[in-house]
Nanobody, 118 residues
Framework: QVQLVESGGGLVQPGGSLRLSCAASSSIFSFNTMGWYRQAPGKQRELVAVIASGTTNYADSVKGRFTISRDNAKNTMYLQMNSLKPEDTAVYYC?????????????WGQGTQVTVSS
C-alpha cells in the first residue's frame, strides 16, 4: 500500500510563497501521473497541476504562479506556489497514479491546509 504525506502548508500573506511537498512511502519512479488538487470550503475539489512523463499541466487560475516538479531520487513531488492570492486558500491534496497493464490505481495524501490572508 502506497502512502502519500503532504507537508509545507500554512498561513501566508497575499503575494507570498509556499512550497508543498508530497512524500511517498515507496519509489515514485513507477507512478505514471502525479498531481495536486485543492478543495476550498463549500467548493468541489479541483485540479491544480499534474506532471506525467516530464510534461506538466496547470489550471488556468495558477498558470505562471505555481510550478509542479518531482524528484524521483527523493520519492517526493513538489508544488512551488508564488504570488499567492486569498482565493488560493484551500486544502491541497497530492495524488499518484499507478498503472499496471490496464488498471490504474490512484493514491491520495491526507491533505495540507493553505491559508492566504493578511
Amino acid at each position: 500500500q502506497v502512502q502519500l504525506v503532504e507537508s509545507g502548508g500554512g498561513l501566508v500573506q497575499p503575494g507570498g510563497s509556499l512550497r508543498l511537498s508530497c512524500a511517498a512511502s515507496s519509489s515514485i519512479f513507477s507512478f505514471n501521473t502525479m498531481g495536486w488538487y485543492r478543495q476550498a470550503p463549500g467548493k468541489q475539489r479541483e485540479l491544480v497541476a499534474v506532471i506525467a512523463s516530464g510534461t506538466t499541466n496547470y489550471a488556468d487560475s495558477v498558470k505562471g504562479r505555481f510550478t509542479i516538479s518531482r524528484d524521483n531520487a527523493k520519492n517526493t513531488m513538489y508544488l512551488q506556489m508564488n504570488s499567492l492570492k486569498p482565493e488560493d486558500t484551500a486544502v491541497y491534496y497530492c495524488h499518484a497514479d499507478l498503472r499496471i497493464v490496464a488498471t490504474i490505481t490512484r493514491y491520495w495524501g491526507q491533505g495540507t491546509q493553505v491559508t492566504v490572508s493578511s
